[in-house]
C-alpha cells in the first residue's frame, strides 16, 4: 500500500522561503516518480514539479523555474520542495503524488492528475502580500 505523507506548509509573506517535505512508503517497484501538485481555489489541480526517484531526473513547471528546487533523500524516503521568492500566486494546497505505473518525471506533472494514483492528503501554502 503506497502511502505518501506531507509537511511543511504554513504562512509566509511574499519573497519568502517555506520547504515541503513528502515521506512515502509501499513502493515495489525500482522505478517511480513523485511529483508536487496544487490547486488554487477556483483553478485546476497542476503539477509544480516532479523527480524520478530512480535517477534523479526532475521536471519543473514554467511557472517555478528559478524559484522552487525538487529533492529526494532515498534513504529517508522523503522527496523535498524547497520554494523561494514565494509569491501571492503560489498560494494553493499542496499535494504529494505518485503513480502506479513506470513513468517519468515529465509524464507524471502533466499527466491529468485525475488519473495519478497516490494521493497524500495535502499542506495549505498561503504567501500573503
Known amino acids: 500500500q503506497v502511502q505518501l505523507v506531507e509537511y511543511g506548509g504554513g504562512l509566509v509573506q511574499a519573497g519568502g522561503s517555506l520547504r515541503l517535505s513528502c515521506a512515502y512508503s509501499g513502493f515495489t517497484s525500482d522505478y517511480y516518480a513523485i511529483g508536487w501538485f496544487r490547486q488554487a481555489p477556483g483553478k485546476e489541480r497542476e503539477g509544480v514539479s516532479c523527480?524520478?526517484?530512480?535517477?534523479?531526473?526532475?521536471y519543473y513547471a514554467d511557472s517555478v523555474k528559478g524559484r522552487f528546487t525538487i529533492s529526494r533523500d532515498i534513504a529517508k524516503n522523503t522527496v523535498y520542495l524547497q520554494m523561494n521568492s514565494l509569491k501571492p500566486e503560489d498560494t494553493a494546497v499542496y499535494y504529494c503524488?505518485?503513480?502506479?505505473?513506470?513513468?517519468?518525471?515529465?509524464?507524471?506533472?502533466?499527466?491529468?492528475?485525475?488519473?495519478?494514483?497516490?494521493w497524500g492528503r495535502g499542506t495549505q501554502v498561503t504567501v500573503s502580500s
Open positions: 503524488a505518485a503513480d502506479a505505473d513506470a513513468i517519468g518525471p515529465t509524464t507524471l506533472c502533466t499527466k491529468p492528475s485525475r488519473n495519478l494514483d497516490y
Open positions: 523527480i524520478s526517484t530512480s535517477d534523479g531526473s526532475i
